[in-house]
């Protein structure tokens, strides 16, 4: 089976930088797309930005479109989340996601990751 662990997340300051990684481990038999998801106190699930498995192609939330950039490592088994130019509504806890297509991600037909914590203070 195929867990996702995310890492990276943290405490900065409006305006800085993160990067987030997803690492996945143990066995898979399709080749997945992953994305990123966040959830702030209160609302519901948000799709971020997804990308395939081969990388040819990509979708990005319009809030978070030119500001942050999905990428993947398949010798690593790892997505990567940059997220440049941190603004307060990016707090949320980000989770990780895999499914055999971007438009999957986030279904019942997709697997999580636990999350990790973004805090941006102005």
């Known amino acids: 089976q195929v867990q996702l662990v995310e890492s990276g997340g943290g405490l900065v300051q409006a305006g800085d930088f993160l990067r987030l990684s997803c690492a996945a481990s143990?066995?898979?038999?399709?080749?997945?797309?992953m994305g990123w998801f966040r959830q702030a106190p209160g609302k519901e699930r948000e799709f971020v930005a997804g990308?395939?498995?081969?990388?040819?192609?990509?979708a990005y939330a319009d809030s978070v479109k030119g500001r942050f950039t999905i990428s993947r490592d398949n010798a690593k088994n790892t997505v990567y989340l940059q997220m440049h130019s941190l603004k307060p509504e990016d707090t949320a806890v980000y989770y990780c996601?895999?499914?055999?297509?971007?438009?999957?991600?986030?279904?019942?037909?997709?697997?999580w990751g636990q999350g990790t914590q973004v805090t941006v203070s102005s």
């Open positions: 996601s895999a499914g055999p297509s971007i438009a999957a991600l986030g279904s019942d037909n997709s697997y």
């Open positions: 990308v395939s498995w081969s990388a040819s192609s990509t």
């Open positions: 143990g066995r898979t038999f399709t080749r997945h797309a």
